[in-house]
């Protein structure tokens, strides 16, 4: 066993080997809890200098607003609404560079585990959206990874981080011998140009047809700020449980108990109440009947992070479609650069969805840094039973 496991390269082997593989040199002296200043020298001569964690909140501000790729999930606000609603604390590491640049990696930390034997960190955790690095500059690869080499000398029982997909290449990097690769895929459409060139240049037809379907439906549209409509939301998305557990073949009961593990009420709550303006709630009725929803965040860039709907009167009215054109609109009035339509994986259903509004598909990678191969043993153990109940991805 413990041959198999050193062998895999999950095993944290004694900080001077590590340090011999990867061809770094470290010297690290900690002058208080959560700080310290380090020096870490890649080959092409990028130096970390200084690493602070957590990340004090100004410095993250302005750095946040410098990146032009920057999303709402990397802020400071969005971490509190998850410290909020589960129980982890901020962990995130600033990172100063020899040039002057800085780079910001939002983190959690969980909390209630034996810090030594179990320390996980999250860049972010499942169904919590995008971490990766901010930066006062751009990303280069070199600052991958030496960062990445800091991280996996940690010692640390799990680090995960799922970087921003407009981002991936630069972080096609080698990996320390402990990091493994998942690899992820996600839709992002350009707003460049504004709204009219979007609609004219990058709106396939069928999406162009369905809008102006949508618009001879009589549907209302309401778009809240405030928080007055999360609990109409998420009466939709728990609704919409029942529909994804018959098109993947799940139990009802345990499609029902992973939305409500994944997507619980307070979550929204807390989206809403912290986030305020950055939290767009859309809502479209027909006949005083909710028809679709969608939550938006949007900032220095848009994503769209959540929908549901009624099927049936959806594609009626095309009621999801419609919402996502108003969202695509109003992240274009307000001088974004990119809106963000989420993860798609392997459903080619999704893929056509995303498409038809200009969207293009960006492959990327989520990556692991673990001491023992739990990543490996959890994918089997999902694999399994999905077979057992012929689970279908859709």
């Not at 609603?85 to 002057?100: F, I, N, P, Q, T």
């Not at 998420?234 to 609704?239: A, D, E, V």
Request: proline share 5%; net charge positive; hydrophobic share 40%.
């Amino acid at each position: 066993i413990l041959t198999s496991i050193t062998t895999w390269g999950g095993f944290q082997p004694p900080r001077c080997l590590l340090v011999f593989r990867a061809r770094y040199r470290f010297s690290r002296s900690y002058s208080g809890y959560g700080s310290g200043r380090l020096r870490v020298k890649g080959a092409m001569g990028t130096t970390i200098q200084h690493v602070i964690s957590p990340v004090p909140r100004d410095i993250w501000h302005e750095i946040i607003q410098r990146d032009p790729d920057a999303l709402v999930t990397q802020s400071p606000e969005w971490t509190d609404c998850l410290c909020r609603c589960h129980d982890y604390r901020d962990a995130s590491r600033l990172y100063k560079m020899s040039d002057g640049r800085q780079f910001v990696l939002p983190m959690v930390k969980r909390q209630g585990l034996p810090a030594r034997l179990f320390a996980i960190e999250m860049s972010f955790p499942n169904a919590w959206g995008i971490g990766g690095l901010i930066g006062s500059e751009p990303l280069i690869p070199q600052d991958v990874a030496d960062i990445l080499a800091d991280l996996s000398s940690n010692n640390h029982f799990q680090i995960a981080i799922r970087p921003n997909p407009l981002h991936g290449d630069k972080w096609n990097v080698a990996l320390p011998r402990n990091t493994m690769r998942i690899p992820r895929l996600a839709h992002v459409l350009d707003l460049e140009g504004g709204f009219e060139k979007v609609w004219e240049k990058r709106f396939e037809h069928r999406a162009r047809w369905a809008v102006r379907k949508a618009e001879r439906a009589g549907l209302h549209i309401e778009r809240d700020t405030t928080g007055h409509l999360v609990a109409t939301f998420h009466k939709m998305l728990t609704q919409s449980f029942e529909m994804w557990a018959k098109q993947q073949h799940e139990p009802l009961f345990l499609a029902r108990w992973r939305g409500q593990m994944r997507d619980p009420l307070r979550k929204f709550q807390s989206m809403a109440d912290i986030l305020g303006d950055a939290c767009h709630i859309w809502i479209a009725s027909l006949d005083g009947e909710p028809v679709a929803a969608s939550i938006i965040l949007q900032g220095t860039n848009a994503h769209a992070t959540r929908s549901a709907m009624n099927r049936e009167l959806a594609n009626k009215t095309q009621a999801g479609v419609f919402l996502e054109k108003l969202a695509i609109e109003e992240a274009c009035r307000a001088g974004c650069r990119y809106y963000h339509l989420g993860e798609s994986g392997a459903s080619g259903r999704l893929d056509m969805y995303k498409r038809q509004f200009g969207a293009i598909p960006y492959e990327y990678a989520e990556y692991r840094i673990e001491r023992f191969p739990i990543t490996q043993v959890d994918q089997k153990l999902r694999n399994t039973v999905k077979r057992m109940i012929g689970f279908r991805d859709t």
